[in-house]
């Protein structure tokens, strides 16, 4: 166990459909990083929270969205979607005494 | 953005021998620099990572060398196991500010036993 929870772990939804991804970073960890990894592709970076705030955004859609909550918990929201957001999603966190811990990921499969 | 890539996308080793997997980075402004295994259908899990004022870092079977003259990022793995086998990425940032990672696109291990 990381100490980073992703949920859910699999996700299949339709084209036009909203999903929420929810990630819990690991205890005293203030920063949150989404990112994307299509089949057999590194991973694209989406965006980062740092203590509720957005810091940093990356190659993330218009039709993708993300918050960090007071408790630091994050979550992406991804609407409209389409058949080429199937993908896994990671979340990692890191904080001042600990590197880049990643979660397990969810793997979303728009059919 | 910055640019992170790997020049094998694919190397395969017998088992024993040392493995080795290069990276190359585009940002001379990257003061660090991770190393992370990635098994199928999970998480990026680190390796070692090292810091820009260094030039080498051991860990356990590991090894990373940084050629800050020329941009590039070196894996190095002993005595490779079939445990081994999984994609590896390189990745980049910058301390201070946005300290988001960059990735590089990959290269699989394969550990033929």
């Known amino acids: 166990d990381s100490g980073v929870t992703q949920t859910p772990k699999h996700l299949i939804t339709a084209t036009g459909q909203r999903v929420t991804l929810r990630c819990s970073p690991r205890?005293?960890?203030?920063?949150v990083y989404w990112y994307q990894q299509s089949l057999d592709q590194g991973l694209q970076f989406l965006i980062q929270?740092?203590?509720?705030?957005?810091?940093a955004k990356g190659n993330i859609l218009e039709r993708f969205s993300a918050q960090q909550f007071p408790d630091l918990h994050s979550e992406l929201n991804l609407s409209s979607l389409e058949l080429g957001d199937s993908a896994l999603y990671f979340c990692?966190?890191?904080?001042?005494?600990?590197?880049?811990?990643f979660g397990s990921g969810t793997r979303l499969t728009v059919v | 953005g910055e640019s992170v890539g790997l020049h094998l996308p694919t190397l395969s080793v017998q088992e024993g021998d040392n493995s080795i997997i290069n990276c190359a980075y585009s940002?001379?402004?990257?003061?660090?620099f991770i190393w992370y295994k990635q098994e199928s259908g999970k998480g990026p899990q680190f390796i070692i990572d090292?810091?820009?004022?260094?030039d080498k870092r051991q860990g356990q079977r590991v090894t990373v060398l940084l050629n800050k003259t020329v941009k590039h990022l070196s894996l190095q793995i002993a005595a490779t196991q079939p445990g081994d086998s999984a994609v590896y990425f390189c990745?980049?940032?910058?301390?201070?500010?946005?300290?988001?990672?960059?990735f590089g696109t990959g290269t699989r291990l394969t550990v033929i036993p």
């Open positions: 090292i810091r820009s004022n260094m």
């Open positions: 940002n001379s402004a990257s003061d660090y």
């Open positions: 990745a980049e940032t910058h301390q201070t500010g946005a300290n988001n990672l960059f």
């Open positions: 990692a966190s890191s904080g001042p005494y600990y590197g880049y811990t």
């Open positions: 929270y740092y203590n509720g705030e957005e810091r």
């Open positions: 205890s005293g960890d203030l920063s």
